[in-house]
């Protein structure tokens, strides 16, 4: 065997080794782990990615009340507003507000929300016109009394039978029923602040922690209470449809909501409340507009 393989030629063997290499490769317990894959497979079995979908557009919803923003006897919350400091301002009270709006929950006001201000049976364009159209006893000072001299020299030439126009004769003699008020001092103390529209709304008394504060005129409370800032233990009193009276920095309020007060009875002690000193800030309003206490009061 050995002399025979000796003879045969070299490129013989090298063939004969080569063809046993590739029958080696082709046999089944051999064969490479590849999986046969149809042409496409890939694109079937993953799901298509959908384009993203655009934003929904969120409208802004418009805030409770906004259709009647501008009109005479509504007011648009503005930051910071409370209810209690929206009625102050326009000369109601708190309570009545939030029953014309709705408002259930008092302490929850929204900026840009429009609050009726006016009672639903007042014609808000009727007093809006009026207020435009006399500016003459709107601007008279309040304490001024004419002569009798001045009375007689200001005698007017009889004037043409006016045209009825809806209620305006009983606003008017509401006016000037709401006018004729009694006034009284609201402390014993001297006045150490004078009113300024601007800095100082009303009258600032000094006097003792506990000395009494009065109630100015005859009324009901429609608050009593530290919800406003700036004005400590606060009372707000309504006297009738034009004049609110308010007396702050209170040490203690003897008084309560809806309680009907007369002039010169005790409402509260004198404090220091939310203020650097003891003292009364008191303020009058004229259908919410501070005017100065002092040209009410009577001389002392």
């Avoid at 100015?216 to 009593?224: F, K, L, M, Q, T």
């Avoid at 406003?228 to 209170?250: M, S």
Wanted: with cysteine; glycine share 8%.
């Amino acid at each position: 065997m050995q002399a025979n393989l000796t003879k045969t030629p070299a490129s013989l063997l090298l063939m004969i080794a080569l063809s046993a290499v590739l029958a080696g490769c082709a046999s089944p317990k051999h064969r490479a782990p590849v999986e046969d894959r149809p042409v496409g497979a890939q694109a079937r079995t993953t799901p298509a990615v959908a384009p993203a979908a655009a934003a929904p557009v969120v409208e802004a919803k418009p805030a409770p009340g906004a259709e009647n923003e501008g009109k005479p006897g509504y007011y648009t919350v503005k930051p910071g507003d409370t209810l209690i400091r929206i009625a102050l301002e326009n000369g109601q009270n708190w309570r009545d507000i939030s029953r014309w709006n709705s408002v259930e929950n008092p302490n929850r006001i929204e900026v840009g929300q429009v609050l009726r201000v006016l009672p639903p049976s007042v014609d808000a364009g009727a007093v809006s016109t009026k207020a435009v159209a006399s500016p003459r006893v709107e601007s008279r000072p309040l304490d001024s009394r004419p002569t009798p001299a001045a009375a007689s020299a200001a005698t007017p030439a009889p004037a043409p039978a006016p045209t009825p126009v809806s209620a305006a004769p009983a606003a008017a003699a509401a006016a000037g029923a709401d006018d004729d008020l009694t006034w009284g001092w609201p402390a014993a103390g001297s006045v150490t602040s004078g009113f300024d529209e601007q800095k100082n709304k009303g009258l600032a008394f000094g006097g003792r922690a506990g000395d009494p504060v009065l109630a100015a005129a005859d009324g009901r409370v429609v608050y009593a209470g530290s919800g406003l800032r700036g004005y400590g233990n606060l009372v707000i009193i309504k006297h009738n449809a034009t004049y609110l009276t308010a007396y702050a920095h209170n040490q203690s309020l003897l008084v309560k909501e809806d309680q009907a007060v007369r002039k010169g009875q005790k409402i509260a002690e004198m404090g220091s409340s939310d203020a650097d000193q003891v003292k009364l800030h008191f303020e009058v309003r004229k259908q919410g507009k501070p005017i100065d206490p002092a040209k009410l009061l009577p001389s002392r």
